[in-house]
Nanobody, 123 residues
Framework: QVQLVESGGGLVQPGGSLRLSCSASGSVFRINDMAWYRQAPGKQRDLVAGISRGDTTNYADSVKDRFTISRDNAKNTVYLQMNGLKSEDTAVYYC?????????????????WGQGTLVTVSS
């Protein structure tokens, strides 16, 4: 079993910054794509930013030029640096990883989600 553990959420004032971290642990051969999603109350879960194993990144239009996703493959960790936070960034942020692991005695492409970390932007 692979688990993702997120940290770094909290309360921040508009214009402030936060850095989210997400580390994978467990039996994994290789982590491929990693990403951050977010879900505001009453809304669907949306992609915020993604990063491939080769560091190709993509961002939602609403966070471009404010958020930066990065990863450390040696630590199986992905980060999300969030600057210029706005009230509309308030949401639960979820980490995602696509990886190669063992399931039912076979090597497979698998997916795992973190438990979520709350980011609240308010004065």
């Amino acid at each position: 079993q692979v688990q993702l553990v997120e940290s770094g959420g909290g309360l921040v004032q508009p214009g402030g910054s936060l850095r989210l971290s997400c580390s994978a642990s467990g039996s994994v051969f290789r982590i491929n794509d990693m990403a951050w999603y977010r879900q505001a109350p009453g809304k669907q879960r949306d992609l915020v930013a993604g990063i491939s194993r080769g560091d190709t990144t993509n961002y939602a239009d609403s966070v471009k030029d404010r958020f930066t996703i990065s990863r450390d493959n040696a630590k199986n960790t992905v980060y999300l640096q969030m600057n210029g936070l706005k009230s509309e960034d308030t949401a639960v942020y979820y980490c995602y990883a696509g990886y190669i692991g063992i399931s039912n005695s076979a090597v497979r492409r698998l997916e795992v989600w973190g438990q979520g970390t709350l980011v609240t932007v308010s004065s």
